[in-house]
């Protein structure tokens, strides 16, 4: 028997020969697995959680009846996959935008900004903004919410549509996901790509540095056609009035920010960050606010609820909250439940390795780990199956063609990683959604970096530009020399 083609195991007292997967049923399974999710989602109009588990029984399916993979293994692949969602994550974030919220930090932000910031220039303030903060932080999330869920506010009192200025926070934010060292997923694009990661950064930045220049150039063109405010300024100044008679403003409103801050900069892990920047945020909403305890620890929960008479100042403060995250974690544990299917049933991989054939030059390479990198990410809505299986497939061909790996990491960051947000099923496409309020089909074409980074990535792909050869000979011959091979 063919060990490297079949395996024996167990199950229920019977053997069972776990039979390799075909680029035939893997191509079958995959379209109805698109089919499923397009008919749900976009046919019916239903949210994504019920699709994607549809979706995963059928991969189940197939893994059974077709590969001889047990129900143990498959379940496992399934639960093992479900517990990389971010959880404590997640409730973290909910927390902090209560708790943010409650002491008066996003109100005060959104009243300076309604005081002193042009519309004119608000969108590419917004994306420069957020792309210093995900830059430093290394996260889209953090950046989504708390100066993404203020410039909200601000934008609904300047009359600038919510759909463009969601972009905005988009572009900056997720610009940093992928481009900022300190960031998760670039350092995951740089380990799996066998890269070192100031290497993927810097050529990273043939990419994403022309994107969100030209991101930022767009907002501000977008930006001339509200040098005069679609909003009266008799309407500001309701606003403006609504929150100074619901929060007491003062220099205590930075205290919050200031400790996030101060939590970067002693390098704490996310989670930890984000709950000691609500702590702060707790003591000054008791102090400074006058909430009692009981009605903090409430809000931290449920999220803030008020009715303060004004109803676009109730819009903006409305929000946050642990029960908020609900929706984002039953998405992500549906999602990341078909993502295991997936992995444990090889489909993705199988339709990846048989298409390499096909690969012929340079262009082709990169077009197909941009194309397979897209594709794996958008249909289990999760960037690092996107990421993995196009390293693990394609990988070699970059030494074969004499390509930096370096191409490789970025190439997988300009698909998986950008792409995201516009992903309405997608980890980062839902958290958006629920974080800022505004659907998918919103924002997404003011979503410029998603659009401008597949250009620049052919463009580099077409002229060699940003991809240089190969360093994996070059280390092999220093290896040698030093006798360490």
Known sequence: MDKMNTESVKNGGNTRIE???????????????????????LGLGQSAHVPLL????????????????????????????????????????GILIASWVICGTVPYIVYLGLKLINPAWFLAFVCL????????????????????VAFMGISLGL????????????????????????????????????????????????????SIVGAFLLFLILGFGFHNTTAELSEIEDIISGLEATFHFSA????????????????????????????????????AQGYSASEVIGYLYSGVSMDSGNEVVDTICNRGGMASMVYNITMLLSS?????????????????????????????????TFLSSTVMSFFTGDPFIGGVIPCSALGSKYEEFDIDRAVLSRTISD??????PIVPWGVSGVYVVQCLGIPVSQF????????????????CAITGLGCPKSTQKEEILREEAEGNI
């Open 159 to 210: 009359g600038i549509p919510l759909g463009m200025t969601v972009g905005a926070i988009c572009c900056g934010a997720f610009f940093g996901d992928k481009q900022s060292p300190v960031s998760d997923y670039a350092v995951f694009a740089a380990g799996v790509a066998k890269c070192n990661i100031y290497r993927h950064a810097k050529y990273m930045l043939y990419t994403s540095g022309p």
């Open 252 to 287: 205590a409103m930075w205290i919050p920010l200031i400790a996030l801050a101060v939590a970067i900069f002693f390098k704490l892990p996310a989670t930890y960050s984000l709950l000691a920047s609500a702590v702060a945020a707790i003591f000054v909403a008791i102090f």
């Open 415 to 420: 698909a998986a990683a950008v792409q995201q």
């Open 444 to 459: 997404a074409f003011y979503y410029f970096i998603g659009w401008l980074t597949p250009i620049f990535s052919i463009i």
């Open 54 to 93: 549809t979706s995963m029984l059928v991969v189940t399916a197939y893994g059974y009846f077709v590969l001889n993979i047990s129900l143990d293994d498959m379940e496992n692949a399934v639960v093992k996959s479900a517990k990389e969602a971010p959880f404590m994550i997640l409730i973290s974030i």
């Open 129 to 148: 903004a957020c792309t210093i903060l995900s830059t430093v932080t290394g996260s889209s999330w953090t950046t989504i919410g708390t100066l993404g």
């Open 19 to 41: 039979k390799k997967p075909t680029f035939g049923w893997s191509l079958a399974v995959f379209l109805i697995v698109i089919c499923i999710l397009m008919f749900g989602i």
């Open 336 to 368: 990341l439940s078909l993502a295991g299917a997936f992995g444990r049933t090889q489909v993705l991989a199988e339709i990846v390795d048989k298409l390499a054939f096909l690969i012929k030059s340079r262009f082709s390479l990169v077009f197909s």
